[in-house]
């Protein structure tokens, strides 16, 4: 990917920060001297700044010096952070990772005008697969330069700020509940007498097998995809059979619901 010259700050450096800086580095979207690193945690700042060759800045060394600042710390940590930060922008684009956070409560306090994106990336970015959904405010205007930051980690999907609650709880906490269902079928494997070794390779290659399956048949619908793995009378279908009457595709539907109202709760919590 081509180099850019535009430079960047990342506020809060935990598993989502670093992904995005690994991202960022790996593809040559910006060398890391473009790129400044600060997080309240001095420890995990000095090791990633080490390891990517990134500096460490305060905030006021930061903000003056970022294009864009991503701010990838907790939302329940966010209010006092950008208060702190907004009196030192000037035309800065404030990128936000957080979930619930809306643009209208980051503009309230950073001034109506601020350029500020609302994304919503997810875990895949350990490995450049995130599905990375994104908003603009109306005053964005280097829209390529968001997309290019958020390509070097994965697929990036525009959508409408008003569907990023229901957003984060489909792709944003996405990964968890695929990672929970790989913990079902572990302990269950183990029930059935498998070694703990067999059962994990068993199951981490199906999940790969499945989803790479998914990739490639886009436009096949998921009855159609299951259909091809239950044989009438068979195993399958006996699974199948036990999740349909315990209702786990309602449960799916009330959990997914209680994950979109906490990104809705979030904002709440903020001014
Ligand atoms: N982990 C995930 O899968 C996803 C997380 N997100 C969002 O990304 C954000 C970060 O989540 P994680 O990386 O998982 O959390 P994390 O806890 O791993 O990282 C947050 C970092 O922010 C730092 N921090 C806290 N207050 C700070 C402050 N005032 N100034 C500077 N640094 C500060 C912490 O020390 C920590 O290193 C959250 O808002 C979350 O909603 C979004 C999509 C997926
Ligand atoms: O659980 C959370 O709140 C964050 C947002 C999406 C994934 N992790």
Do not use: W
Not at 41 to 57: H, I, Q, V, Y
Not at 77 to 99: C, F, G, P, Q, R
Request: charged share 20%.
């Amino acid at each position: 990917m081509k180099n850019i010259n535009f430079s960047i700050g990342i506020i809060g450096c935990g598993n989502m920060g670093s992904a995005i800086l690994r991202g960022l580095l790996s593809k040559g979207v910006v060398h890391a001297e473009s790129i400044l690193l600060n997080d309240i945690d001095k420890r995990k700042l000095e090791d990633l700044s080490l390891t990517s060759g990134c500096s460490k800045a305060d905030l006021d060394n930061l903000v003056p010096n970022s294009d864009y600042i991503i701010i990838a710390v907790k939302p329940q940590d966010s209010e006092k952070l950008l208060k702190t930060i907004a009196s030192m922008t000037v035309n800065h684009t404030i990128i936000s990772v957080m979930a619930g956070i809306t643009i209208e409560k980051i503009s309230k306090i950073m001034g109506v005008h601020t350029p500020i994106v609302r994304v919503m990336p997810n875990m895949g970015a350990l490995v450049k697969h995130s599905m990375t959904a994104i908003a603009f405010n109306q005053y964005v205007s280097n829209r390529d330069i968001v997309f290019k930051i958020f390509s070097s980690i994965g697929s990036v999907l525009e959508v409408e700020e008003k569907d990023m609650d229901a957003v984060t709880a489909v792709s944003g906490s996405g990964p968890a509940y695929l990672f929970y269902m790989a913990s079902a079928c572990f302990e269950s494997a183990k029930k059935m007498g498998l070694k703990e070794s067999v059962a994990r390779e068993l199951i981490v290659e199906t999940l790969y097998g499945a989803s790479t399956i998914l990739r490639h048949e886009k436009i096949k619908s998921f009855n159609d995809l299951i259909a091809g793995v239950a044989s009438k009378g068979g195993t399958t279908e006996a699974a199948l059979n036990v999740f349909n009457k315990k209702g786990l595709n309602d449960i799916f539907i009330d959990a997914l619901s209680q994950a979109k109202k906490r990104s809705e709760e979030l904002n709440q919590k903020i001014v």
